[in-house]
Nanobody, 122 residues
Framework: VQLQASGGGLVQPGGSLKLSCAAS????????VNWYRQAPGKQRELVAT???????SYADSVKGRFTISRDNAKNTVYLQMNSLKPEDTADYYC?????????????????WGQGTQVTVSS
């Protein structure tokens, strides 16, 4: 299983970006999706989570501005970020808890995408 994150970039305050994280491999199901971020000199922070059968949750700092979603058919997850602020500047990471086929057996594990950089600056 591999994760490929994309969508980061430079945006002005108040702007929007949409991050994507595409999972490939012999995936059976995705149980939970987390988006984390890590700003320079700071600890990694959980930004948003979507859990199958449960719903979504967000850090207070992004509530009302960020939306996490998934496309099961494409095994792709998204983080729509609106009304971006300079303090949203960070490397963003997707983390998926999923079940996949390993030699005809089902295995559950979590995987990380590579970081995608988001810079909010005028």
């Amino acid at each position: 299983v591999q994760l490929q994150a994309s969508g980061g970039g430079l945006v002005q305050p108040g702007g929007s970006l949409k991050l994507s994280c595409a999972a490939s491999g012999s995936i059976f199901s995705i149980t939970r999706v987390n988006w984390y971020r890590q700003a320079p000199g700071k600890q990694r922070e959980l930004v948003a989570t979507i859990t199958s059968g449960v719903g979504t949750s967000y850090a207070d700092s992004v509530k009302g501005r960020f939306t996490i979603s998934r496309d099961n058919a494409k095994n792709t997850v998204y983080l729509q970020m609106n009304s971006l602020k300079p303090e949203d500047t960070a490397d963003y990471y997707c983390n998926l808890v999923l079940t996949y086929y390993d030699r005809r057996a089902l295995v559950s594990s979590d995987f990380w995408g590579q970081g995608t950089q988001v810079t909010v600056s005028s």
